[in-house]
């Protein structure tokens, strides 16, 4: 078999590597890109395209600030969010780890049932949801939000978790076992602090996922003053149709925190995903 020269192997690598790049870069570019043309739009007189606003115009972020009382909503989406995303990684932590260090009967039927829900659209089980929250009277509250809320994204969360548990040694809570602790006290002092990485990808992923959740807040909440971002959004596309500052505005402000969350915590995100890749 022929050798390839040392010629052919540099031009080769050179393609390879120039390819990889233009790759990158074309997806850096359509990532980019929407987030780029609003935030610029948002301080144009006449929205639209990637140039430099000729006038940088204000008025957009002074209106949602003053008349629209964006930090109300902005409020409530902290509120919301920061709350169910608590109770959910902790309830699905819990869980997560009676399945890794466990046996038990029907331990595969109780992983297959968290499974499934991967495949329910939300849209699929409103009308029980909004019946239940009738029923125990949390319809139009933030209260029962947060209740939707914690239960959204249980199986992505769960599976996250579930593997970080099994890269840790069995030995750490054997030996704290000899020492006196039970399941309860080997699970906060043991394991959570070693799985902190693990913990910290399902809290950004259940965060970033409540805080872009529009269909159920823009269902339940009919009250303006209990809203969150994304309900508020919605508002834009009637009442606020032609005040295309405001809109743009309001998205920048919008998706500002969650942007700023992944890339303060997006080392820890990808160490975390690539340790639990080792074992599922």
Not at 35 to 56: D, H, Q, R, T, Y
Not at 75 to 100: E, K, P, R
């Given at each position: 078999?022929?050798?390839?020269?040392?010629?052919k192997?540099?031009?080769?690598?050179?393609?390879t590597?120039?390819?990889?790049?233009?790759?990158?870069?074309?997806?850096?570019?359509?990532?980019?890109?929407?987030?780029?043309?609003?935030?610029l739009?948002?301080?144009?007189?006449?929205?639209?395209?990637?140039?430099?606003?000729?006038?940088?115009?204000?008025?957009?972020?002074?209106?949602?600030?003053?008349?629209?009382?964006?930090?109300?909503?902005?409020?409530?989406?902290?509120?919301?969010?920061?709350?169910?995303?608590?109770?959910?990684?902790?309830?699905?932590?819990?869980?997560?780890?009676?399945?890794?260090?466990?046996?038990?009967?029907?331990?595969?039927?109780?992983?297959?049932?968290?499974?499934?829900?991967?495949?329910?659209p939300?849209?699929?089980?409103?009308?029980?949801?909004?019946?239940?929250?009738?029923?125990?009277?949390?319809?139009?509250?933030?209260?029962?939000?947060?209740?939707?809320?914690?239960?959204?994204?249980?199986?992505?969360?769960?599976?996250?978790?579930r593997?970080?548990?099994?890269?840790?040694?069995?030995?750490?809570?054997?030996?704290?076992?000899?020492?006196?602790?039970?399941?309860?006290?080997?699970?906060?002092?043991?394991?959570?602090?070693?799985?902190?990485?693990?913990?910290?990808?399902?809290?950004?992923?259940?965060?970033?996922?409540?805080?872009?959740?529009?269909?159920?807040?823009?269902?339940?909440?009919?009250?303006?003053?209990?809203?969150?971002?994304?309900?508020?959004?919605?508002?834009?596309?009637?009442?606020?149709?032609?005040?295309?500052?405001?809109?743009?505005?309001?998205?920048?402000?919008?998706?500002?925190?969650?942007?700023?969350?992944?890339?303060?915590?997006?080392?820890?995100?990808?160490?975390?995903?690539?340790?639990?890749a080792?074992?599922?």
């Amino acid at each position: 078999m022929d050798k390839k020269s040392p010629e052919k192997r540099s031009a080769l690598h050179i393609l390879t590597g120039t390819g990889r790049y233009l790759v990158m870069a074309f997806v850096l570019f359509i990532s980019i890109y929407p987030i780029l043309w609003v935030f610029l739009s948002s301080f144009k007189k006449n929205p639209g395209g990637l140039a430099l606003p000729a006038e940088w115009v204000f008025d957009g972020y002074i209106t949602i600030f003053t008349k629209l009382s964006i930090q109300t909503y902005f409020g409530n989406s902290i509120f919301v969010t920061v709350i169910s995303t608590v109770i959910s990684v902790l309830v699905v932590a819990m869980s997560a780890y009676v399945s890794a260090r466990m046996e038990f009967k029907l331990k595969g039927l109780v992983t297959l049932m968290f499974t499934t829900t991967l495949f329910i659209p939300s849209i699929s089980i409103s009308f029980p949801i909004y019946r239940l929250l009738g029923d125990l009277g949390l319809k139009d509250t933030r209260g029962g939000l947060i209740f939707i809320y914690s239960g959204l994204g249980i199986a992505v969360t769960f599976f996250i978790i579930r593997s970080y548990f099994l890269t840790i040694p069995r030995e750490m809570e054997e030996a704290a076992r000899i020492d006196g602790c039970g399941y309860c006290a080997s699970f906060f002092r043991i394991i959570v602090p070693i799985a902190k990485p693990g913990l910290s990808t399902a809290a950004i992923m259940v965060f970033l996922n409540n805080w872009n959740e529009f269909y159920f807040a823009s269902i339940l909440l009919k009250s303006k003053e209990k809203m969150t971002i994304p309900a508020l959004l919605g508002q834009f596309t009637t009442a606020y149709s032609k005040n295309l500052n405001g809109m743009f505005s309001a998205i920048i402000v919008s998706v500002v925190p969650t942007i700023l969350i992944f890339c303060l915590l997006s080392e820890t995100f990808v160490k975390s995903l690539t340790a639990g890749a080792v074992k599922g």
